[in-house]
């Protein structure tokens, strides 16, 4: 497989003279519409190319879905073999898709999966651009978010995050908005088709509900006012119906699975104690220090501010309100997204960065409304992106001799073997169950070994709050239900979050350390990380060498 070292010169030249054949495409309009997209999809993919070969965990989430993923594949019961915390099943499940076609589940195939869902996302919204304010409006707005997404190297970008499938699936309902919002008569496979899309969405993140809410509140106001107009109901009718499918369905499901308690429990109350207690005051400025976190995604909304602004103030215009309804809606449902969209950014507390990826699309979409009748204008945007991210690489090359932060050399295109890993291994097979007790989910993707609890790093048994029991009692079960061939106490400096062995250590917590004294013996202490072996995968010599270790640690 391909590699990159720290500085591709001429790979980053090629890639600078591409982003300038798609902003000059975009401006002169010299080719078709369909050619402009091909090449604004390889830019994007082109640039992504280093952090994509790099398989090498770039984020911890990253892990976390990529050891449920692992899971999935072995037992496909959500909620019995995963809890992905805040992050829903929709995104795990995408992430098995590789491993169906033969591929191994990894940093590399998840990023893949990251990469198609930002193409479709762009695809997406130059689509509703193009119904919305024409084609050579959409080509030139495109451009602004395609260099960004392509030239950023903000890990919080560029790794997959559970944004971008709910992005994803948020932009294909914006589409499918924009068909219905120009159509004189609504179709009924589009009003259902974004009912069943916005139904999904709560179940890839629950952070993109509001702008959920944003868009089929839209949807229903069309689909409303067409039936006081013509008395024809069915397009509200598919809506609703579309909208009940997806939730309906996957309650059945998991009602006949014996989940349903835990979806209630763990997805839904558990996420209600994470959300935090902020208040609305407390948002924008909240807003504006994560906005301040990312140098890249800052220097993206100071370039849009004025085209932002100027959306704004076009919506509020007294010769808005002289438009039909179901044309002003379309600035009132933009204005909407990107208030949905920073609620869901902030609303956690937590100044987590790639949570604004819920803000790349509805900045543009408004950007793009404020100039749509002086679209040329727009030419400037891409090109000041495209001069931020030139000046940065000359300086960092003239400083460090560095353009790429995703080197992959010496052999990081390739899964990583961490020594704790390599040591469990001596223990474990192909199909075997292991447990992290602490947040370390880069072992199980390392081992390739399937988690034993639902819960892949143990935070929420750890720490004090309203549901702590249930989370322990859980995990009690789910070692009984799967009898993991090692369990690893991974609390301790490699742990994220959770590192004091004297309150968090899983000595602490009596039922889980009852059940490792009887089934598992420990072996070693790796790198501030205790292995424990499930009695019969140890020899009677094995055993035996163990014992003057055990007898030295606890003298």
Known sequence: MVTFDSTPTLYWLLGYLLAGVVIFSAVYKLI?????????????????????VLNREINADESQMLSHAITLYEDPVYWRSVDGTTIGPLDNYLLVVPKLFGFQI???????????????????????????????????????????????????????????????????????????????????????SLGLVAGMMPFAKLQSVPQAMVIVLAALWICYHYFRKTKQIKPLLFLLAGGLAFPVLLFIWATANHVFNDFIDFYLLGNVIYA????????PGQMINLIMLS??????????????????????????????????????????????????????????????????????????????????WFAVFPVLLLLWFAGNDAINYRKEHRLNTFESTDGANKLAENPVVTELKKFTKAGDYMVVWGWQCQYYVEAQ???????????????????????????????NRTKPAVFLDAV???????????????????????????HYTLVSDLYDVRLYVRNDRLTTQQQADALPYLAAINH
């Open 295 to 376: 140098p890249d995604f800052k220097i993206y909304s100071l370039v849009l501010f004025i085209p932002i602004v100027l959306g704004i103030a076009k919506a509020f215009l007294p010769d808005s309100y002289k438009k039909p309804q179901t044309q002003f809606i379309l600035p009132a449902t933009l204005i909407m997204l990107i208030l949905a969209g920073i609620y869901a950014a902030t609303k956690s507390g937590n100044t987590f960065i790639h949570y604004l990826n819920f803000c790349i699309y509805p900045w543009i979409l408004l950007a793009g409304y404020g100039l749509s009748k002086r679209h040329n």
């Open 449 to 479: 070994l399937a988690q034993g609890t639902a819960e892949n790093h143990s935070e929420r048994s750890i720490f004090k709050h309203p549901l702590q029991e249930k989370y322990l009692s859980r995990y009690l079960c789910d070692l």
């Open 32 to 52: 078709p519409a369909k050619l402009f997209l091909v090449l604004t999809i390889l830019l994007l993919v082109f640039m992504r190319m280093p952090v994509l």
């Open 492 to 518: 301790g400096k490699n742990s994220m979050w959770v590192q004091d062995k004297k309150t968090q250590g899983v000595e602490n917590f009596p039922a889980i350390a009852n059940f490792i004294h009887q």
């Open 276 to 283: 935090g207690e902020n208040n609305w005051l407390s948002i």
């Open 106 to 192: 990894d940093y590399t195939s998840g990023r893949g999966m990251g990469l198609l869902c930002t193409i479709g996302a762009l695809l997406f919204v130059f689509l509703a651009m193009r119904n919305w304010y024409g084609e050579p409006v959409a080509r030139l707005t495109i451009a602004a978010p395609a260099v960004f997404l392509a030239f950023t190297q903000e890990t919080d970008f560029v790794h997959y995050s559970s944004e971008q499938l709910p992005v994803f699936l948020l932009t294909l309902t914006i589409w499918l908005l924009s068909k219905i919002t120009e159509s004189k008569n609504p179709s009924q496979i589009s009003t259902f």
